[in-house]
């Protein structure tokens, strides 16, 4: 008989965030390796430092056919930096190589950037709460803890969202929006 997706999380395990970099990152880039099919990843406040994990997750042998992140224009100053671009472009790259799709979305509707507030990775075989990449990076005591988050929850968002790579213009123009917003 085939499970719920809630009866799949209740299976799930989590772990916390032990403050060892090298362990919090490879127990991170073992749960992206895990996920089937594809990588949903959600985190409005999304950090180039994620790139890494992912093109690590996704080496051969991998179920992972592609990986969408879902973030927001709320750190404007990274998205249009040029480290964060060339990350892209590398990891976009990489995993074309490896006949995986790879798309960045990025959410500049304030009523939709208070839906993504919160953090997740979301694959075919499950979902996890997740913290920020600098949380991993910097050894935070934050846990990773399965969750009942769907890919569909985002779709508005998804579909409303900039395209990184063919919006890039766009988004770089964000930052005068926003600084004329708080004006």
């Known amino acids: 008989m085939k499970k719920s997706f809630p009866e799949k999380v209740s299976e799930l395990g989590g772990f916390s965030i032990t403050g060892d970099r090298q362990t919090d990152v490879k127990n991170f880039v073992s749960l992206l390796?895990?996920?089937?099919?594809?990588?949903?990843?959600?985190?409005?406040?999304?950090?180039?430092g994620g790139f890494s994990w992912i093109r690590e997750s996704c080496t051969s042998p991998t179920n992972i056919t592609h990986v969408k992140i879902l973030t927001s224009s709320k750190k404007i100053e990274e998205l249009k930096g040029l480290p964060f671009k060339k990350e892209f472009k590398r990891t976009k790259k990489e995993l074309e190589e490896n006949k995986i799709s790879f798309s960045l979305k990025v959410v500049s509707k304030e009523d939709h950037i208070r839906k993504i507030h919160g953090r997740c990775v979301v694959s075919e075989n499950g979902s996890w709460e997740i913290p920020s990449v600098n949380n991993i990076q910097n050894g935070s005591k934050d846990k990773?803890?399965?969750?009942?988050?769907?890919?569909?929850?985002?779709?508005?968002?998804?579909?409303?969202a900039l395209d990184f790579e063919k919006d890039y213009e766009q988004i770089k123009k964000l930052e005068?929006?926003?600084k004329e917003n708080k004006s």
């Not at 996920?35 to 999304?46: K, L, M, Q, R, T």
């Not at 990773?144 to 409303?160: G, L, T, Y």
């Open 144 to 160: 990773i803890s399965p969750s009942d988050r769907e890919v569909s929850e985002f779709d508005v968002e998804w579909n409303d």
């Open 33 to 48: 390796n895990a996920c089937e099919d594809g990588i949903f990843w959600v985190d409005a406040y999304f950090s180039k």
């Open 176 to 178: 005068k929006i926003i």
